[in-house]
């Protein structure tokens, strides 16, 4: 091929803007491993979703929550581990594009996060850290029975929302009942107070939430077998593995010591919830 200067001009400029390209594509954006930039920079960044208590809220300025002090608690164990503090830096992010800022290294890691075969292929996954139970909660009288056997008949009336894995649980251990899909959680909500369904069928944090706000609810039953999501979180894929190995070891160690449930009970306090309506029974 003859090489004029138009077409030197037109390789040039199609080279300048591929580097620039590959320098502020995610998977550009930040190489080499997470644990070296942690221990150089003495920072963790922790991603969060604002305004999602019990995970985080602010009282009088300051953050709380689980998230919050997962961070903290983590952050303190890799001071320890590095032999120098750890600073954390807390980053907003959103559901859609949490994958992307973590893979981008605008975030380190993120907690509260629900494995799925595509965050597994995009991220290194690490939990679970706890595990949040099914409920069902009652405005009324209440269930004839506490197990899923035991309300698997066509007169039970649940309400669920729509495309969640509440309501996959109904489906798969209440086939019989009459499930009750509704758009949203304000929607599930009105069709058990409208008397149209017995019960709302959620995860303990919802469904506590739901109480607090929704005071003609009384009574919250932990669903026997207790069926319950597991919840970890999620880390870049650096090639190196470390951050992610040494964090499932902390997660595993700050479950089995009953740290996180503390934890889970603070912030649901901290938040204004009603913990008293949580079933003893509840382990996270």
């Known amino acids: 091929m003859k090489l004029t200067r138009r077409t030197a001009t037109g390789l040039l400029v199609a080279t300048v803007a591929f580097a620039s390209f590959g320098a502020n594509s995610p998977s550009f954006a930040q190489s ?84 799925t075969p595509e965050r597994k292929a995009a991220l290194d996954m690490f939990g ?30 649940v309400a669920v929302v729509m495309g969640t ?10 086939p019989k009942a009459t499930i009750r899909a509704m758009k949203g959680m304000a929607e599930a909500i009105l069709d058990v107070q409208s008397g ?34 597991p919840s970890g979180g999620g880390a870049r894929k650096d090639g190196d593995g470390r951050f992610t190995t040494f964090v499932q070891k902390w997660s595993e160690e700050y479950r089995a010591s009953g740290r996180v449930q503390d934890v889970i009970l603070e912030s649901l306090k901290q938040a204004g919830f009603g913990i008293e309506a949580i079933p003893a029974e509840v382990k996270f």
């Open 32 to 115: 080499g491993s997470t644990w070296d930039n942690i221990a150089k920079t003495g920072i963790l960044k922790v991603g969060l979703i604002p305004n999602r208590p019990p995970y985080q809220f602010e009282v009088k300025g300051k953050q709380e929550g689980l998230a919050i002090q997962m961070g903290e608690d983590l952050a303190t164990a890799l001071s320890k581990e590095l032999g120098k503090p750890i600073a954390i830096e807390y980053e907003n992010s959103t559901w859609s594009t949490l994958v992307l800022d973590i893979q981008s290294g605008r975030i380190d890691t993120f907690f509260g996060m629900s494995e």
């Open 128 to 157: 679970p850290l706890y595990s949040v139970p099914v409920v069902a909660i009652t405005a009324g009288g209440a269930l004839k029975g506490n197990t899923w056997e035991a309300l698997n008949t066509p007169e039970t009336r």
């Open 165 to 174: 894995t509440d309501e996959d649980a109904v489906r798969k251990y209440m």
């Open 196 to 229: 149209n369904s017995d019960a709302l069928v959620t995860s303990v944090l919802l469904g506590i939430n739901a109480m607090d706000k929704n005071p003609n609810f009384k009574e919250m039953t932990l669903l026997q077998p207790p069926h319950a999501l």
